[in-house]
């Protein structure tokens, strides 16, 4: 079982001309890693550009525990809105094939 986050390809706002659009990419990035280094989760793949969205993949924990990273990730600060996770298998095609889940969780769950 894989989950991935969907997010939408949006540029951070307020940056300086000239500078890279998407600065959250790498935040998101750091935060999964460090959550590697501690054996919370498994990175599946690197993360891609899928049209309008970038995709994060994580594994290695049951799905509850992948949804609340999934969940945790939609509200790292300059992280776009519109976040959603697809629970899915390392055997898909393409992205999205799977159960979509709103991000982030409601609180509690």
Known sequence: MVVEIHVPLLPASGLPDG?????WIEDVE????????????????????????????????GEEELLAVASRVA?????????????????AEEFGLGRWVS???PVGD
């Open 75 to 91: 509200t790292l600060p300059g992280v776009p809105t519109g976040a959603v996770a697809v629970v899915s298998d390392d055997e």
């Open 19 to 23: 500078s890279y659009p998407f600065p």
């Open 103 to 105: 991000l982030p969780l």
């Open 30 to 61: 750091d935060f999964l890693f460090a959550l590697e280094e501690r054996g919370d989760v498994e990175i599946f793949d690197e993360g891609e550009d899928d049209d309008d969205i970038y995709v994060f993949i994580v594994t290695g924990a």
